[in-house]
């Protein structure tokens, strides 16, 4: 079983910052891609931002020039900054990871997410 957490959400105001931070736990052999999807109330859910393990970020265009994921890949965990929020960041915010796992004598991929953030940013 793997557990995906992540923390940090909350009400900001336009303009303002925030950090959010995913951990990963569990039977890890190792991650290839941690990041973060966001979903807004009827709208689909999107990429915000992803890393792998050899750096290479994918960012929304919405978002480039404002939010910058890192990663600690020994402990599992990455991190988003969030800066300059407007309304249109308001969304629930998805750890996203893409990962091998243990099992029994072998390895697999699989994908797992967290459980969602609430972000609010009022104007």
């Known amino acids: 079983q793997v557990q995906v957490v992540e923390s940090g959400g909350g009400l900001v105001q336009a303009g303002g910052s925030l950090r959010l931070s995913c951990a990963a736990s569990g039977n890890i052999y190792t991650i290839e891609t941690m990041g973060w999807y966001r979903q807004a109330p009827g709208k689909l859910r999107e990429l915000v931002a992803t890393?792998?393990?050899?750096?290479?970020?994918n960012y929304a265009d919405s978002v480039k020039g404002r939010f910058t994921i890192s990663r600690d890949i020994a402990k599992n965990t990455a991190f988003l900054q969030m800066n300059s929020l407007t309304p249109e960041d308001t969304a629930v915010y998805y750890c996203?990871?893409?990962?091998?796992?243990?099992?029994?004598?072998?390895?697999?991929?699989?994908?797992?997410w967290g459980q969602g953030t609430q972000v609010t940013v009022s104007s």
């Open positions: 890393m792998n393990r050899a750096q290479n970020t």
């Open positions: 996203y990871t893409d990962l091998w796992v243990i099992k029994n004598r072998d390895v697999v991929n699989i994908v797992s």
